[in-house]
Nanobody
Framework: VQFVESGGGLVQPGGSLRLSCAAS????????MSWFRQAPGKERELVAT????????NYGDSVKGRFTISRDNAKNTVFLQMNSLKPEDTAVYYC????????WGKGTLVTVSS
């Protein structure tokens, strides 16, 4: 199982970024997928989840209304569109299966700063 996250970078408050995660090594279309993030000195937290058929999504309270999770099962890829970014969104972002989780990728760093 492998996850390769990309799309992070430095963005000003109020800006947007779109993260991508390419998954391999398992039957992607049959699993609910999630984005997680870990800020410096903090525990990793669940940000957003999408079901296997993309019929349902769920978001953490801190990102609800600003982030959108989506997936392309034909490309084994899950996305996270992040709008209205805030400095407190600064973290390394990871994708993984919702449950049970498996090995983690390297993540992609998002820095929100002026």
């Amino acid at each position: 199982v492998q996850f390769v996250e990309s799309g992070g970078g430095l963005v000003q408050p109020g800006g947007s970024l779109r993260l991508s995660c390419a998954a391999s090594g398992f039957t992607f279309s049959t699993w609910s997928m999630s984005w997680f993030r870990q800020a410096p000195g903090k525990e990793r937290e669940l940000v957003a989840t999408i079901t296997n058929a993309a019929g349902s999504t769920n978001y953490g309270d801190s990102v609800k209304g600003r982030f959108t999770i989506s997936r392309d099962n034909a490309k084994n890829t899950v996305f996270l569109q992040m709008n209205s970014l805030k400095p407190e969104d600064t973290a390394v972002y990871y994708c993984n299966r919702f449950f049970p989780r498996t090995s983690w990728g390297k993540g992609t760093l998002v820095t929100v700063s002026s």
